[in-house]
């Protein structure tokens, strides 16, 4: 870490978070329930496949795009809006794996937090519930993909500045926290504070507009408390 990301996080008044494989560890078993749910959402939605010929193309999807559900929308022309809202209510939230101590952590640095998902509003709040984290996120502090109108982190800034003006803070107070490194480029322009989780999956050097690569969100709070010290 440099010390000018040290001192930014001295500083550091609020957390954009993403949520998926965010604030808690992905699993083959939540892969395989998305790979599982995306499938038949396709399939309901047109898609002339097997379950399993749509699951193996969810899968690819995914490794190839970061998104289970792209090859329906691009070369089978399932409707992306459909489809997103379809395939949430099909994965039991409850298979997540919590992080012990996260909520006491969090609470405890006194920070505003934002979740930015391209997850649905309705999973994000189930998940949250879940994980126990529900109280450190208001309402208008949870901003889903169909909330800044399917605008993605990767290609625009209206997620971000959604979620800036929810906490009202300024870039240069806030950290945006991803597991995909092609989101953070924007926040990097933006003027905050990039940090990605890997959860050790990462084989390559992190891009230069990523400020600082964690492990978990624990390792993320003790470099925020220690420079906090």
């Known amino acids: 870490m440099t010390p000018a990301f040290k001192q930014r996080l001295a500083n550091l008044k609020g957390i954009l978070w993403d949520l998926d494989n965010t604030l808690y560890p992905e699993t083959d078993a939540l892969h395989d329930a998305f790979d599982i749910a995306i499938a038949k959402a396709a399939i309901e939605h047109g898609v002339k496949l097997t379950i399993e010929e749509a699951m193996a193309a969810a899968k690819r999807s995914f490794i190839d795009h970061g998104y ?18 379809s395939l949430h209510p099909l994965v039991d939230e409850k298979i997540i794996i919590v992080h012990d101590g996260l909520v006491d952590q969090m609470q405890s640095l006194s920070l505003h937090h934002v979740i930015v998902t391209h997850g649905a509003r309705d999973w994000a709040l189930r998940v949250l519930e879940h994980l126990g984290l529900k109280p450190l996120f208001s309402d208008d502090r949870i901003h889903a993909l169909e909330d800044f109108s399917f605008h993605k982190k990767g290609a625009s800034r209206i997620p971000f500045e959604t979620g800036l003006a929810s906490m009202g803070l300024q870039p240069s107070d806030v950290i945006m926290v991803e597991d995909q490194e092609r989101n953070l480029r924007i926040p990097h322009e933006m003027g905050m504070g990039t940090v990605l989780l890997d959860y050790g999956r990462r084989g390559h050097k992190a891009a230069e507009f990523v400020d600082l690569v964690c492990h978990d969100v624990h390792e993320l709070l003790m470099h925020i408390r220690e420079a906090r010290s």
């Open 68 to 85: 289970g559900g792209r090859v329906f929308i691009e070369t089978m022309g399932v409707d992306p809006h459909k489809l997103h809202f």
